[in-house]
């Protein structure tokens, strides 16, 4: 849980209709209350990391439960003009997947939520081809899920997911001590470094809503565009790596 930005994106995001100021006093709020429903350090139900990872560790008997929440951001936007729902499902076990591994978790399963302005089989049909493709990808189950119509609230649709894994105790992943003097992210040092170079469509990124700015309304041609086929291609960056290191299991290859 965590909204910090390059100090030099500020404007950018502002422009795109993304207040990070307002976000980031309303995290403060949001914080303030929800750790006061913490249970003591080392009891059941313990949580074991402070707030600002992408994912948090619950002490659960001595093991540690992992959990995570992230969705796919403002790439709905690039998947509606592109009329392509088939991929970003992965992108919504990618996200999830990565923020357990950056507590060093191992990824087990996720639950989806799919909030739609009207229902469409096709549409769900494709959200789930990608839910699932993602999912073997990852080595991980879908558990179960929600969808909700939602017309008067979400216009096209909305995905999200909710994900688990375990880590022991005494294996939590913790961030290097940055300098004092800045505002670094927890995640920043994560064993995703990588993504840096993560292609446009990053949740929670607005990149979307600013390149979306410079196309709209969609050209004709957009579906064939470089910009529009890159864009709504699936966020992999965390998946096939970690799902080579994980051990075997019985069944699978």
Same mark, same amino acid.
Request: proline share 7%; with cysteine; net charge negative.
């Given at each position: 849980?965590?909204?910090?930005?390059?100090?030099?994106?500020?404007? =950018?995001?502002?422009?795109?209709?993304?207040?990070?100021?307002?976000?980031?006093?309303?995290?403060?709020?949001?914080?303030?209350?929800?750790?006061?429903?913490?249970?003591? /350090? *080392? $009891?059941?139900?313990? !949580?074991?990391?402070?707030?600002?990872?992408?994912?948090?560790?619950?002490?659960?008997?001595?093991?540690?439960?992992?959990? #995570?929440?992230?969705?796919?951001?403002?790439? !709905?936007?690039?998947?509606?003009?592109?009329?392509?729902?088939?991929?970003?499902?992965?992108? #919504?076990? =990618?996200? %999830?997947?990565?923020?357990?591994?950056?507590?060093?978790?191992?990824?087990?399963?996720?639950?989806?939520?799919?909030?739609?302005?009207?229902?469409?089989?096709?549409?769900?049909?494709?959200?789930?081809?990608?839910?699932?493709?993602?999912?073997?990808?990852?080595?991980?189950?879908?558990?179960?899920?929600?969808?909700?119509?939602?017309?008067? @609230? @979400?216009?096209?649709?909305?995905?999200?997911?909710?994900?688990?894994?375990?880590?022991?105790?005494?294996?939590?992943?913790?961030?290097?001590?940055?300098?004092?003097?800045?505002?670094?992210?927890?995640?920043?040092?994560?064993?995703?470094?990588?993504?840096?170079?993560?292609? !446009? *469509?990053?949740? *929670?990124?607005?990149?979307?809503?600013?390149?979306?700015?410079?196309?709209?309304?969609?050209?004709?041609?957009?579906? $064939? /565009? $470089?910009?529009? %086929?890159?864009? =709504?291609?699936?966020?992999?960056?965390?998946? *096939?790596?970690?799902?080579?290191?994980?051990?075997?299991?019985?069944?699978? #290859?």
């Amino acid at each position: 849980m965590t909204t910090n930005h390059p100090p030099m994106s500020q404007a =950018a995001y502002r422009d795109s209709g993304v207040d990070t100021d307002e976000a980031e006093i309303g995290l403060a709020r949001l914080i303030s209350r929800i750790t006061r429903t913490w249970p003591p /350090r *080392g $009891s059941f139900g313990g !949580v074991e990391l402070p707030i600002g990872y992408f994912a948090n560790v619950i002490d659960i008997g001595g093991i540690g439960l992992a959990i #995570c929440t992230d969705g796919v951001g403002s790439k !709905v936007i690039i998947a509606q003009l592109m009329q392509r729902y088939d991929t970003i499902g992965i992108d #919504c076990i =990618a996200m %999830n997947v990565n923020d357990l591994i950056c507590v060093g978790a191992q990824p087990i399963s996720l639950v989806d939520y799919i909030a739609v302005e009207q229902a469409n089989a096709q549409i769900l049909e494709a959200i789930a081809i990608g839910l699932a493709d993602g999912a073997d990808q990852a080595g991980i189950s879908i558990s179960g899920g929600e969808t909700a119509q939602l017309e008067d @609230v @979400v216009h096209g649709f909305d995905l999200a997911g909710t994900a688990v894994g375990t880590v022991p105790l005494d294996k939590i992943r913790h961030p290097k001590q940055r300098d004092p003097q800045q505002r670094a992210d927890p995640r920043a040092e994560s064993i995703l470094q990588a993504s840096r170079a993560a292609p !446009v *469509g990053s949740p *929670g990124s607005g990149d979307e809503r600013i390149s979306g700015r410079r196309i709209a309304p969609p050209h004709p041609d957009l579906r $064939s /565009r $470089s910009h529009g %086929n890159s864009t =709504a291609g699936p966020e992999r960056q965390g998946i *096939g790596p970690y799902h080579q290191r994980r051990p075997a299991q019985s069944g699978s #290859c």
